[in-house]
């Protein structure tokens, strides 16, 4: 059998697509739940987060309250060098030239604050509820990762689906080429029939080298997501579960309750709450104790009535302070404090109508989004089973290759349309959880 320029030109193509397909570097399966524990454990947004809730805890802590008393030492030391002359009450006198003074002192002080109008209280009140804030927007950083993380997770599960369906789809036109290769020898077909199965090669070799390719940048994208080495290159797992449409249903339900915006909301007025409380304190006194504990020594000239002393002893006290009236800036900050607190109720209704649009739109996006691939997978059944009819009448030479292909494309199409609708419906299920605050309590 001779070759002619054509079948060399595609055996090079094929010989060629081989050879890449030989470099492609083995490739290994990221579980989801491990794509979710190296998320956890590297996305540097969700360290950032953490880094937030770490401070926000130490801030709560007893060595920021305020409560516990400040404690100092001081020392000191001073030398002075004069001419003096002094008279005694005898009428004696007595000149010195140069006469050298010394004094020496060091205390330890402590300061303790018995009361400041319940000040102190209420900044840890706050620090508290800052704390558990804090925790939310953590939480908040992990949901928003999360679904980054599924969004190209299940990118690369498509890709890799319709990479098979498109490998399934060269296998095929191989054989209609090998076929129509066997069947122009022996002239029961004309050369057309050689060139068009030649043709879909191509083609279908073209779409498979650019889904390649895709797969390779959405597995990069994943890496990106989970801070690993951007060439350590994984396959995801294509199978996908649904949640049971009444856990779906309570979760809806309760949405309101367990939205992280409105969580966070709340959060915040019960803060500002006490932000009022806090700035009301200044109106009431502020009690303290002061106590030191200190050594004094010093060295005299002739004309002192003393040459040295030294001293050691205890000295102990009582303060109040109250600001009677301060120039009005306590009743501005009171007054300010309580329009935060009307503002953070504004917001929190705001929120609230907006999240409760959210969810009614995620769970007809949802719902519609399963619609579409249950209709999708019935359309696959039935290109199936055309492609599977047309490809005996083909075999049997009562369709043509033209025919043949039309069928073998709209199964090819349908197959990835399915593939398509069904990671829709899961990205849509997954939002619906964000929005419900479910998303970090269901199994993947």
């Known amino acids: 059998m001779k070759l002619s320029v054509q079948n060399i030109a595609i055996f090079l193509l094929l010989f060629a697509f081989a050879k890449a397909y030989s470099q492609e570097t083995p490739t290994s399966l990221l579980t989801k739940e491990e794509a979710i524990r190296t998320m956890l454990e590297n996305n540097f947004g969700i360290l950032l987060?953490?880094?937030?809730?770490?401070?926000?805890?130490?801030?709560?802590?007893?060595?920021?309250?305020?409560?516990?008393?400040?404690?100092s030492t001081t020392a000191g030391i001073n030398y002075n060098v004069d001419n003096q002359e002094a008279t005694f009450q005898d009428g004696t006198s007595r000149s010195v030239n140069g006469a050298e003074t010394t004094r020496y002192n060091a205390s330890v002080n402590l300061d303790y604050t018995l009361f400041d109008g319940l000040g102190r209280y209420y900044n840890y009140k706050t620090l508290k509820e800052q704390y558990g804030l804090s925790k939310l927007q953590a939480r908040e950083t992990i949901e928003n990762v999360m679904v980054q993380l599924f969004t190209v997770y299940y990118e690369v599960a498509r890709v890799e689906e319709n990479l098979g369906v498109l490998e399934n789809a060269l296998e095929i036109?191989?054989?209609?080429?090998?076929?129509?290769?066997?069947?122009?020898?022996?002239?029961?077909?004309?050369?057309?029939?050689?060139?068009?199965?030649?043709?879909?090669?191509?083609?279908?070799?073209?779409?498979?080298?650019?889904?390649?390719?895709?797969?390779?940048?959405?597995?990069?994208?994943?890496?990106?997501?989970?801070?690993?080495?951007?060439?350590?290159?994984?396959?995801?797992?294509t199978?996908?579960?649904?949640?049971?449409?009444?856990?779906?249903?309570?979760?809806?339900?309760?949405?309101?309750?367990?939205?992280?915006?409105?969580?966070?909301?709340?959060?915040?007025?019960?803060?500002?709450?006490?932000?009022?409380?806090?700035?009301?304190?200044?109106?009431?006194p502020t009690v303290g104790i002061t106590g030191s504990y200190g050594w004094n020594e010093g060295n005299f000239p002739a004309t002192n009535f003393l040459a040295s002393s030294t001293s050691t002893g205890f000295q102990t006290g009582a303060t109040l302070r109250w600001n009677l009236f301060d120039g009005g800036s306590t009743i501005v900050g009171i007054k300010n404090a309580k329009i935060a607190l009307d503002s953070q109720e504004y917001i929190k209704e705001q929120l609230k109508q907006q999240v409760e649009r959210d969810i009614s739109n995620a769970k007809g996006n949802y719902y519609n989004a399963l619609a579409i691939y249950n209709l999708q997978e019935q359309n696959v059944i039935t290109s199936k089973a055309n492609f599977d009819r047309s490809e005996e009448r083909f075999k049997l030479g009562q369709i043509t290759s033209i025919e043949f292909r039309q069928a073998q494309l709209n199964l090819l199409n349908a197959q990835t349309t399915k593939n398509a609708a069904k990671y829709t419906a899961k990205l849509a299920e997954i939002q619906l959880l964000q929005l419900t605050g479910q998303l970090l309590n269901v199994d993947f």
């Open 49 to 71: 987060a953490n880094n937030q809730v770490a401070v926000a805890e130490n801030n709560t802590g007893i060595l920021n309250t305020g409560y516990l008393p400040t404690i």
């Open 173 to 237: 036109s191989k054989e209609r080429e090998l076929r129509a290769q066997y069947q122009f020898d022996y002239g029961q077909v004309n050369k057309l029939e050689v060139l068009n199965a030649q043709v879909d090669i191509v083609t279908d070799s073209t779409n498979i080298l650019n889904a390649r390719q895709q797969l390779r940048n959405a597995q990069r994208d994943l890496n990106v997501v989970l801070a690993r080495e951007l060439e350590d290159l994984k396959v995801a797992d």
């Open 239 to 284: 199978t996908v579960a649904f949640i049971n449409p009444i856990s779906i249903e309570e979760y809806i339900n309760e949405g309101t309750v367990n939205n992280i915006s409105l969580l966070q909301s709340e959060q915040n007025i019960i803060i500002s709450d006490y932000q009022i409380k806090q700035a009301k304190s200044l109106l009431l």
